[in-house]
């Protein structure tokens, strides 16, 4: 069922493969450009529980417990364009390269402790 549901929602160009443990799920990408699609996408909601992506390194397993940071992409509209890049910002590929002109897509770090959210919106662009 999940698998079917990603592969609805990222619309890769190649298969992945996708195996599980009892706290994760591990994916092997084809091709390297769907593997950065899938980054950049960013956390996916599936029966109502999020799913955070991100590469995994020997790190991931043992600091679970400590996980307190989400990454948001957020739309933003009428931003001028000569802010869509810059130091200390994370903006997806389209962004970037002003491929998509329409809005900026950024990404935001939200906090969280226990069940409350508090977003790190930077103070000035």
Known sequence: MVRDVLKRQ???MADFEMVA????????????????????AGPVFIASRIFIIQPWNDMTERDKSKLNTIPLWAHLYDVPKK???GPGLRCDKATTKKTRLNYARGC??????????SSAFPSNL
């Open 10 to 12: 990222w619309k890769l």
């Open 21 to 40: 443990d009892k706290d994760y799920l591990f994916f092997k990408f084809t091709l390297e450009e769907d593997k950065t699609t899938v980054l950049e």
């Open 83 to 85: 802010l869509w890049s």
């Open 108 to 117: 935001v770090i939200s906090r969280f402790s226990g069940n409350s959210f």
